[in-house]
């Protein structure tokens, strides 16, 4: 049987390698564009604006269990490959002392294509048990419970890219200057759970004007970040940690990683931070007529149209999680390091790499504190949705993160989308075509057919169609209550 723990903690004893060498790869949020925008969205429209889950069809919903598994980056990639090819025998990077002839099938072999700006993004979300009801025809509300999990870092210079899967004793990059500015990263991991509110605030036969909001408890499991303000360093001979006159700060809270020294609680799951965010948003629809006389019923039948058109604004996940258990965080100021042996340091537990790190540099450099805030990975997102004709629809979305420049945050990808779908009551078809942080072009497919919803917003890197700079795969099992005369009239 597999270790999980023992699993658990040696990703963090890499994770933290890289931290210390201020080598980063990292990842962030993706929005599942496939399935949070059709009118048959219902819980899933709370991801991009709250004011959705009003003045749609879907009258009470159960969601039973939806994931989303995602990754992207701009640095690393592997070539098209069959899907039942693609395995994880040996992870290596093309370098001056790979031998092809070592390559076997099924083994996942990465390229480098180094951007000036690196940047990866990616991480798990589960959406639980959540309800979705209407309280009346211009009202609905929702209750739901949440997993996550984020990892984000941005500003990646090429040599930290390089030495992240190289190390430092790769020949090209010994004796390097490693000047960095603004690296950012962070991870963070806790539950949620969550109230959401929508109402019509006007509906007329030409307009209908609706808000949102949802209110979220946060449960910190672990999180941590590093973030540089000028760092100088050298690679000196791929063992030593040498950097002068630098300025960073770096936090974690979570179990420990290292059996030898248990300064840290060793659990893998442990309440470790409380928190709160929200989100907030407003949606206004241009109605066709015989409508507005029933904001909460779309009719379909014989293909009329329900709207010409519909748009939103929203602020998406405002708030963040204080760590107080289990936690430290430590800031560098002005200070400077000659390290021998520091290759060795992922034996050494977390807080013991911290305290060493600290003697190193000095007290008089160093500050100290058992906690620290992270703010959650927030958004302002824009939402247009046009109705074609008859049930064929083209929806537009940015998403655009919003940082807080001496706040220790989590990163949202900037992303543009334009989606194209099919949406009736039984069947939902998407074809997202999608710009990741203004540039890097990703086109998706997502199939809901009835209670069950599988997609993808990386159709092409996922099953091997184009480069793979990274993967993406959600589902949903959920069952919606579609409005109908009957329901109402008992209802009502």
């Known amino acids: 049987m597999v270790n999980i723990k023992s699993n658990f903690r040696l990703v963090l004893q890499y994770y933290f390698v890289i931290i210390f060498c201020f080598f980063y790869i990292n990842i962030n949020a993706q929005n599942q564009f496939g399935l949070t925008t059709g009118n048959y969205a219902g819980l899933y429209s709370l991801q991009i604006n709250p004011a959705n889950i009003c003045f749609q069809p879907v009258t009470f919903e159960i969601n039973i269990l939806g994931a989303d598994l995602y990754i992207n980056n701009n640095d690393f990639f592997t070539k098209p490959t069959f899907l039942p090819k693609l395995g994880f025998n040996s992870i290596r990077v093309e370098n001056y002392k790979y031998n092809p002839s070592s390559y076997k099938p099924g083994n996942l072999l990465l390229k480098r294509d180094l951007q000036s700006n690196g940047y990866i993004f990616g991480g798990v979300n589960v959406l639980g048990p959540s309800f979705l009801f209407a309280i009346n025809k211009k009202t609905s509300m929702a209750i739901t419970t949440a997993f996550k999990t984020y990892l984000s870092a941005t500003n990646i210079s090429n040599i ?18 490693i000047k960095m500015e603004n690296t950012k990263l962070s991870f963070g991991s806790w539950a949620e759970l969550g ?3 929508a109402h019509v605030i006007n509906d007329n036969k030409k307009y209908t004007h609706r808000i949102g909001i949802s209110v979220k408890g946060l449960f910190g499991l672990a999180g941590g970040y590093i973030y540089d303000n000028g760092y100088n360093g050298w690679n000196d001979d791929g063992n030593k940690l040498i950097f002068d006159s630098s300025n960073f700060s770096y936090a974690y809270s979570g179990p420990s990683t290292s059996k030898k020294y248990k300064n840290t609680s060793n659990s893998s799951i442990s309440l470790n931070g409380i928190g709160a965010s929200f989100d907030i948003g407003y949606a206004i629809q241009k109605n066709t007529s015989g409508t507005s006389f029933c904001p909460n019923l779309y009719q379909f039948v014989n293909n009329i149209k329900v709207y010409k058109w519909k748009a939103g604004i929203s602020l998406l996940d405002i708030g963040g999680i204080h760590y107080f258990k289990n936690s430290f965080a430590t800031n560098i100021v002005n200070g400077s390091l000659n390290w021998n042996k520091f290759d060795t340091i992922a034996k050494y537990d977390i807080t013991v790499m911290d305290a060493t790190l600290r003697s190193y540099v000095g007290a008089e450099k160093t500050q100290t504190f058992n906690s ?4 959650l990975p927030s958004a302002i997102s824009l939402q247009y949705d046009y109705n074609l004709k008859s049930n064929f629809y083209v929806n537009a979305n940015i998403v655009q993160r919003i940082t807080l420049a001496k706040m220790p945050s989590l990163s949202r990808m900037n992303t543009v989308a334009i989606i194209p779908r099919y949406d009736i009551e039984k069947l939902t078809v998407c074809l997202p075509f999608i710009l990741n942080e203004y540039k890097d072009i990703n086109f998706g497919l997502a199939v809901r057919y009835k209670c069950v919803t599988i997609g993808s917003d990386k159709l092409g890197e996922t099953f091997g169609i184009q480069n793979l700079y990274g993967a993406n795969f959600y589902f949903v099992y959920k069952y919606s209550f579609i409005n109908r005369s009957l329901f109402w009239k008992k209802l009502f």
Do not use: H, M, N, V
């Open 372 to 375: 620290f805030w992270l703010i």
């Open 195 to 197: 109230f959401s509110y």
């Open 160 to 177: 930290a890219a390089t030495a992240s899967f190289e190390g430092l004793s790769y020949k090209p990059i010994l004796r390097q200057q």
